[in-house]
């Protein structure tokens, strides 16, 4: 038996495939980058690369969550300092923070902080839980949400504090807002010292971070 199709009839057949491979083609691109999203959300970051005087290394292990602490230790140093600087006048100054939507809404109501503007970033699908907040708060609030920050920060790597500054304002000078980072940059480079110098989870590595401290 011999089969033949009419021109009119392989045209048909090709511009039925393509329809079907197509979008075949288009999903399996979308389905990629949905998986490799859903992925990264997934598996937390357990590195990060710090350049020290121009040597850089690599934190794993214990030293990248040495390395968490200290930078949630430096998140209380910051709001101390700015704190420290505004004074006794009791001040009404911008702030922001930003956490998980338990943790913003906690200090929404626990504390007497007037919100102007919240951004809530993710949803269920995306395996985001994040909010930003912008507002303003007296002095004496902020020592409240500082002391508690503290009370509750111990070495909590897992579940970091919300994070929380004051924003440029009046009651801080540009000198004074120098000056606290300074103080900041060698607070965090005597803590990166101390993990480089304990070795544990510490690797040379190539110089390819954002994130660099001189002395």
């Given at each position: 038996?011999?089969?033949w199709?009419?021109?009119?009839?392989?045209?048909?057949?090709?511009r039925?495939?393509?329809?079907?491979?197509?979008?075949?083609?288009?999903?399996?691109?979308?389905?990629?980058?949905?998986?490799?999203?859903?992925?990264?959300?997934?598996?937390?970051?357990?590195?990060?690369?710090?350049?020290?005087?121009?040597?850089?290394?690599?934190?794993l292990?214990?030293?990248?969550?040495?390395?968490?602490?200290?930078?949630?230790?430096?998140?209380?140093?910051?709001?101390?300092?700015?704190?420290?600087?505004?004074?006794?006048s009791?001040?009404?100054?911008?702030?922001?923070?930003?956490?998980?939507?338990?943790?913003?809404?906690?200090?929404?109501?626990?504390?007497?902080?007037?919100?102007?503007?919240?951004?809530?970033?993710?949803?269920?699908?995306?395996?985001?839980?994040?909010?930003?907040?912008?507002?303003?708060?007296?002095?004496?609030?902020?020592?409240?949400?500082?002391?508690?920050?503290s009370?509750?920060?111990?070495?909590?790597?897992?579940?970091?504090?919300?994070k929380?500054?004051?924003?440029?304002?009046?009651?801080?000078s540009?000198?004074?807002?120098?000056?606290?980072?300074?103080?900041?940059?060698?607070?965090?480079?005597?803590?990166?010292?101390?993990?480089?110098?304990?070795?544990?989870?510490?690797?040379?590595?190539?110089?390819?971070?954002?994130?660099?401290?001189n002395?």
């Amino acid at each position: 038996m011999v089969f033949w199709l009419s021109s009119l009839g392989v045209g048909k057949s090709l511009r039925n495939l393509q329809f079907i491979i197509v979008p075949g083609i288009v999903i399996g691109i979308i389905g990629g980058i949905l998986l490799f999203f859903a992925a990264y959300n997934y598996y937390p970051q357990k590195n990060v690369n710090i350049n020290l005087n121009g040597k850089c290394y690599e934190f794993l292990d214990q030293a990248y969550q040495k390395y968490q602490y200290l930078v949630s230790l430096r998140e209380k140093e910051l709001l101390k300092l700015q704190i420290d600087s505004l004074g006794e006048s009791n001040t009404f100054v911008p702030i922001t923070f930003s956490g998980s939507s338990d943790e913003v809404d906690n200090i929404i109501e626990k504390f007497d902080v007037n919100v102007t503007e919240i951004q809530t970033i993710g949803d269920q699908k995306t395996q985001v839980d994040k909010k930003i907040v912008r507002g303003v708060a007296s002095s004496t609030i902020l020592e409240q949400i500082l002391n508690n920050i503290s009370d509750s920060g111990a070495d909590n790597t897992t579940n970091p504090i919300p994070k929380i500054g004051i924003l440029p304002n009046s009651g801080i000078s540009a000198s004074e807002s120098a000056k606290i980072s300074d103080n900041i940059d060698q607070f965090m480079i005597s803590g990166l010292k101390k993990i480089i110098g304990e070795k544990n989870g510490v690797k040379a590595t190539e110089c390819r971070s954002a994130i660099i401290y001189n002395d």
